[in-house]
């Protein structure tokens, strides 16, 4: 028989700790060449801490990784892409502005020529190779919001295989597929085994494990409990494992079932409905003096009929009534009137409040109860959560503690208690002990249990088997969006409700339905739409006067409207960041003051004039530099720091010219600006110069696709190494030099500064910006678009000047303007989605 | 100096040296204390609308238009009283104007829109309206009894002294005694916790809104009566000097952090360094060069900015330093 073969992947006394739960316990895995692993455990048994230490989101405490006998030690998901580890996330953030083939180029690094080039015809390549390998075919150049998630699931997997990754991590990836895409699925998997790679297979679906996998893994607990080829155990044997065989015998909890009389029902539910369609006709109740237990694979719908119950998302159809008395769903503050009370399931984004006291995380839900009307009484405050605080356990110096300095366990009774107080007639937990220490475990099922003793209809919805099965009088079973099973009694055992909430055997029965892609959005359509309103705005003005289309009005449109073009670009490109800056007006102020003071050196011209220019940019970089620096480093955001600056620069600029003009500048910087240089005015040369080399940076150059990354996706930039502090200094640097040029240009053109030139200019801008398609969220927008809000502005002033619109106008005109932008773009945002 | 102590003294140290240093400033250079109060008056009016700014502050929202809704306020009072209607009807006239922009402004936000987006461009819109409506003209001639508003003390107290103190007390009791202030900081601190909470998030944040819009309706009356007459330009700019309380008096500008009793500090230390600076007009001699720096206007304007920064700086980085324990 011969040796073994030396693991491609081996994990040794792996060890990963989070505040309060050990999540990997001394775990020893390994994953050979060529053979697919199934890895199987309940929620919480440490599955994903594993994949993401495979995958190189954090390192593990203890133990040791190799990689084809090579030790290892990754510090981010980008090193480990790079030595070929490919993995595939239930839920992956992505850049949803950007291109599918840039999504995919992005994870695993733009491939660059010199200089930073985008290699956009390997990208592309790329991409369509493998979309290739899938059977319908996707567009790779639409923007990556418009897949499904199926779709961005295919996608991924199919890179991971094109780029033949050694080992190949799934996570639940049939979750979304349908029965076809699933065949597909395990095709490609066939084809990576025989070419070699491991792959690392977690799912619920057992048919799937027994199907494809070589050996299986079973985790529970953090612990490493069995690993051995599939061809050697059962799906018996396997939820045994999960579950552990001894915990579904007789304890404590189990021997408390039964004492509780049932009371009047405080929750129905008839064919209720998901208007996503994530569960279908769930029909339940729930009663007084028992405890409900609810349990359901993720995705299963339990945790959306809560969430729909609380009015937190949509319904359709179905009646809900609560003692006895009918209510809508319509919104938490109408549920919390009703009676009904919920406990969200992620404790640190949606129920702490992480600076303020465990007073006011307790009371912040029932302080109608404890004041009079409108007025607080702190003293009643104190009195409530000192009372909570003892009834609960729940360990702190004083109610007046952060409660960020507690432990999960301690947290959640705050959040429970916070909920109690609410005195409900029924109580839905999610998750209520994920992440809470053993000690504490224990106290909030005794709590619940007391709780429902005295007549509160406790709905309890828990993917820990032991927990459903140890504290539950009835459980329901939910599967694929709707509810597979009742066990009441002794009818509850782990085997028979696990079996129950395993997916159905053909996977994607009830995979909820995507929207259909908004095909009708072509691609250039906010283009389309600007050129239309400026032909539109030219025709107009050409009918409506007659010194619109004279020679000297149109240079003079030209020369403005290249001064609005590079602003705008400037705006834009901090914008596109996700940053905003408002000190570009005093920037191109001051920037401009000090090449006109150089200017007014006494030397030659051929040595003042590009000194001045050169002195000007580096002034207008500078105050960029500073605006990012100043951010990125007091973490104060972009609009309090530029809030500030716009004043500094003006400042500088009153302090260095002592207010007085700058004017009487040598004639040859003057009349550059309207000379003709090959034929084309100075202006309109410099204008489309500016704007081509932001064309080309933004969408031809690694630096420039970072920023715009970073602006599409802060999160899904920080998983694929793209980093904050690099993309906000060149973004801002960006916008102040092209601020400075704009100054120089205006200076040229105008021949004279005053202290209060350019002020406003930031404002118009941004204005032309987000006309120009630019979303003020960051991440999306065009050169070309820019430069038509630009002209459309432009215009438009044009317009009102000719017409002889009072001047008093032009403000309104720009926030009009300004606002309706803005809505349009949370209009197109809200549309898209 | 153990952490849980810095992390409670250490958001004052600046504030309170600050107040110290504007203090001794003005003491020293005071000749006459009662023109103090005097100098004081455009500080009353930018501390009324900095105590609404401090609740709208603390949601983690911020609002730009505060000086252009007192623009629009003052214009639609003169032109109302212009057209001959009487002087109560103009001021309420006023009022209502303010108040739509707030409702506006408020209503934008509740839909979906950033609060900086939003008020970046209300700023322009209603700017721009102010100017549009009056043609750019000043309206003057305005009673006598109106501009005592903005000019009288009584009993040595000057009126703006008063609006002041009856928005702060107004502002200290709704923030710091009512559900709706407990609401403020819960929804600054974790907006979507707040939502699971059962707080009335889009309530509150359109409410506030719209009191801004009020306040700085009322303000526009006591400017306005200071200045003697109403000028489309009124206000601009008031946005830095509002916000730079809110912030130099402590509140944190991501939410959840501070109060009114911050922004007072940050108003008396403020108020304290402009007018002691006022008195330092004319050059003073930097040593290390022949340049005399003239202590103008706008070195005070660059002061304020840059203590906007500074202190913003600071607070962040001090308390959040201070939170880290483990």
């Known amino acids: ?833 | 100096m153990n952490r849980a102590f810095a992390g409670r003294w250490l958001p004052y140290v600046v504030p309170v040296s600050l107040l110290v240093a504007a203090a001794l400033l003005v003491a020293l250079q005071a000749s006459r204390p009662l023109a103090v109060l005097d100098m004081w008056r455009p500080w009353g009016e930018i501390g009324a609308l900095a105590v609404v700014m401090t609740a709208i502050i603390l949601t983690g929202g911020i609002d730009l238009s505060v000086g252009s809704i007192v623009a629009l306020s003052s214009v639609v009072m003169g032109l109302t009283w212009q057209a001959g209607w009487s002087l109560g009807t103009s001021m309420a006239t006023g009022l209502l104007a303010g108040l739509a922009a707030g409702v506006t402004n408020g209503t934008l936000v509740v839909i979906g829109i950033a609060p900086l987006v939003v008020t970046l461009a209300t700023m322009a819109s209603f700017a721009g309206l102010a100017m549009a409506l009056s043609r750019g003209e000043r309206i003057a001639g305005l009673p006598e009894q109106f501009a005592a508003l903005g000019q009288a003390s009584w009993w040595g107290v000057p009126t703006q002294f008063m609006l002041f103190v009856l928005v702060g007390v107004a502002g200290w009791c709704v923030v710091h005694h009512t559900r709706y202030g407990r609401y403020l900081y819960a929804i600054g601190e974790n907006r979507e916790a707040a939502k699971f909470a059962a707080v009335p998030v889009r309530m509150v944040q359109w409410s506030l809104y719209t009191a801004s819009g009020a306040v700085a309706a009322l303000v526009a009356v006591v400017y306005t009566a200071r200045g003697g007459a109403v000028v489309p330009t009124a206000g601009a700019g008031l946005e830095l000097p509002t916000i730079a309380c809110v912030v130099v008096g402590g509140t944190r500008v991501t939410g959840g952090r501070g109060g009114i009793g911050r922004t007072l500090t940050g108003v008396a230390i403020l108020s304290l360094l402009d007018i002691g600076l006022q008195f330092l007009s004319g050059d003073v001699r930097v040593p290390w060069s022949d340049v005399p720096w003239r202590f103008s206007a706008n070195t005070r304007l660059l002061l304020i900015g840059l203590l906007v920064i500074g202190v913003a700086v600071w607070n962040e980085r001090a308390t959040r330093q201070a939170a880290t324990t483990t």
Request: with cysteine; glycine share 10%; proline share 3%.
């Open chain 1, 1 to 833: 028989m011969p040796a073994r073969p030396a693991p491609l992947l081996e994990l040794v006394g792996v060890t990963k700790r989070f505040p309060g739960v050990v999540a990997l316990d001394n775990v020893s895995f390994d994953l050979a060449a060529g053979e697919v692993h199934a890895l199987v455990g309940e929620n919480g048994a440490g599955k994903s801490t594993l994949i993401n230490i495979v995958s190189g989101f954090f390192a593990p405490d203890a133990g040791k990784m190799t990689l084809a006998g090579q030790p290892v030690a990754w510090r981010s998901p980008v090193d480990a892409r790079a030595q070929g580890i490919a993995t595939v996330h239930q839920e992956a953030d992505l850049f949803p502005t950007l291109s599918v083939a840039e999504n995919m180029g992005l994870e695993r690094g733009l491939p660059v020529g010199w200089g930073g080039w985008v290699r956009r015809a390997r990208l592309d390549q790329q991409a369509r190779d493998a979309v290739a390998q899938l059977d319908e075919p996707i567009d790779e150049r639409q923007p990556a919001a418009r897949l499904s998630v199926a779709q961005r699931h295919m996608v991924q997997i199919a890179a991971a295989v094109r780029q033949s990754a050694r080992v190949l991590v799934l996570d639940e990836p049939t979750s979304a597929l349908t029965a076809e895409e699933s065949a597909w699925l395990f095709r490609q998997i066939r084809r990576l085994k025989t070419a070699g790679a491991g792959i690392l297979y977690i799912s619920h679906r057992q048919s799937e494990i027994f199907e494809l996998a070589d050996r299986i893994t079973v985790l529970r607990d953090g612990r490493r409990v069995w690993t051995g080829a599939s061809s050697t155990t059962t799906p018996e044997a396997l939820i045994k494992q999960m579950v552990g065989r001894d915990r579904a015998a007789a304890s404590g909890g189990v021997a408390r079932r039964g004492t509780t009389v049932r009371q009047k029902a405080r929750l129905e539910v008839q064919r209720l409905s998901a208007a996503d369609g994530r569960f279908t006709e769930v029909s339940l109740r729930a009663y007084g003096g028992e405890i409900l237990g609810v349990y359901g694979l993720i995705g299963s719908g339990r945790s959306e009929v809560a969430q729909t119950l609380f009015g937190l998302r949509q319904a359709r159809g179905g009646a809900l009534r609560i003692d006895g008395k009918a209510t809508t769903a319509a919104s938490p503050v109408r549920a919390v009137e009703s009676g009904l009370a919920y406990l969200p399931e992620d404790r640190l984004r949606q129920s702490i409040f992480s600076g303020l006291s465990v007073r006011a995380n307790t009371v912040i839900s029932a302080l109608n109860r404890l004041g009079h009307g409108w007025l607080t009484n702190a003293a009643r405050e104190r009195q409530s959560a000192n009372q909570q605080r003892a009834n609960l356990a729940i360990k702190c110096r004083d109610v007046e503690q952060p409660i960020a300095e507690l432990s999960g366990g301690n947290q959640q009774k705050v959040v429970l208690a916070r909920c109690l107080l609410m005195e409900p007639a029924v109580l839905i937990l999610d998750e209520p002990t994920r992440g809470v220490d053993v000690a504490s475990k224990a106290e909030i099922h005794r709590i619940l249990r007391d709780q429902a003793e005295a007549g509160t209809a406790i709905v309890m919805i828990s993917s820990e088997l032991a927990e459903v099965v140890e504290n539950s009088d009835r459980v329901l079973v939910f599967s694929d969006g709707r509810i597979a099973a009742e066990f009441e009694g002794d009818a509850i055992s782990a085997e028979a409700i696990a079996a129950k909430a395993l997916p159905g055997t053909t996977p994607g029965a009830n995979v909820p339905k995507d929207r259909p892609g908004h095909k009708a959005f072509r691609r250039w359509r906010s283009e389309t739409a600007l050129v239309a309103a400026n032909a539109a705005m030219i025709l107009i003005l050409a009918a409506t006067t007659d010194a619109f289309l004279t020679l000297d009005n149109l240079w003079g449109l030209l020369a403005t409207t290249a001064v609005w073009c590079i602003l705008s670009l400037g705006a834009a490109t901090t914008i596109l960041a996700g940053a905003i800056d408002i000190s570009l007006g005093s920037l191109l102020a001051l920037s401009a003051g000090v090449g006109g003071l150089v200017l007014k050196a006494p030397y030659p011209a051929y040595m003042t004039i590009p000194a001045a220019v050169v002195a000007a940019l580096a002034v207008g970089a500078l105050g960029g530099l500073s605006n990012a620096a100043i951010s990125l480093w007091g973490r104060v955001h972009p609009i309090v720091v530029t809030l500030g600056t716009m004043t500094v620069y003006r400042g500088l600029l009153i302090a260095l010219t002592g207010g007085d003009t700058i004017s009487e500048l040598p004639e040859g910087f003057v009349n550059w600006s309207s000379a003709r240089w090959l034929g084309v005015n100075g202006s309109a040369a410099l204008g489309a110069a500016t704007a081509l080399a932001m064309y080309l940076w933004l969408n031809r150059f690694r630096g420039g696709r970072h920023v715009v990354a970073f602006g599409s996706s802060p999160t899904a930039a920080r998983q694929v190494g793209i980093s904050h502090a690099r993309t906000w200094l060149a973004a801002f640097a960006a916008g102040g030099l092209l601020a400075a040029l704009a100054g120089m240009l205006e200076l040229s053109q105008t021949g004279s500064l005053q202290s209060g030139t350019g002020t406003g200019y930031e404002l118009q801008a941004i204005a032309a910006a987000v006309i120009g398609g630019v979303s003020i969220t960051g991440g999306r927008g065009s050169v070309g678009g820019v430069c038509l809000g630009a002209l459309l502005l432009g215009l438009i002033y044009n317009g009102l000047v000719l017409w002889q619109v009072s001047r008093y106008h032009y403000e309104l005109v720009t926030g009009g303007l300004l606002l309706c932008a803005v809505i349009a773009d949370l209009a197109w945002r809200r549309l898209e989605r």
